[in-house]
Nanobody, 123 residues
Framework: QVQLVESGGGLVQAGGSLRLSCVCSERTSSAYTMGWFRQAPGKEREFVAAISWSGSTFDTNALKGRFTVSRDNAKNTVYLQMNSLRPEDTAVYYC?????????????????WGQGTQVTVSS
């Protein structure tokens, strides 16, 4: 069973930065498309960014320039660098894995999920 474990969340002031990490238990995860999603209380889970096995990145226009996804296949780890954080970025952030090369932005397109890590941005 593939396991994804996120870390790096916490409390930060507006304008600050955090880097989330997601470690995958599968050595072959380098072939996976990896995504980051977030879910705020009372809201649906939304796509944040994704990265293909080859390193191509995809993100939303709303977060472009502030959030950056990257991966280190040698460490089976995906990162989400979050800069210039705002209170509206407060949410639980989830890492997800997809066992095909096609990148999608819908949660139902991902096979594996981490437990989530809380990010809270204070004003």
């Amino acid at each position: 069973q593939v396991q994804l474990v996120e870390s790096g969340g916490g409390l930060v002031q507006a304008g600050g930065s955090l880097r989330l990490s997601c470690v995958c238990s599968e050595r072959t995860s380098s072939a996976y498309t990896m995504g980051w999603f977030r879910q705020a209380p009372g809201k649906e889970r939304e796509f944040v960014a994704a990265i293909s096995w080859s390193g191509s990145t995809f993100d939303t226009n709303a977060l472009k320039g502030r959030f950056t996804v990257s991966r280190d296949n040698a460490k089976n780890t995906v990162y989400l660098q979050m800069n210039s954080l705002r209170p509206e970025d407060t949410a639980v952030y989830y890492c997800a894995g997809r066992t095909t090369a096609v990148v999608v932005s819908t949660p139902t397109g991902y096979n594996y999920w981490g437990q989530g890590t809380q990010v809270t941005v204070s004003s």
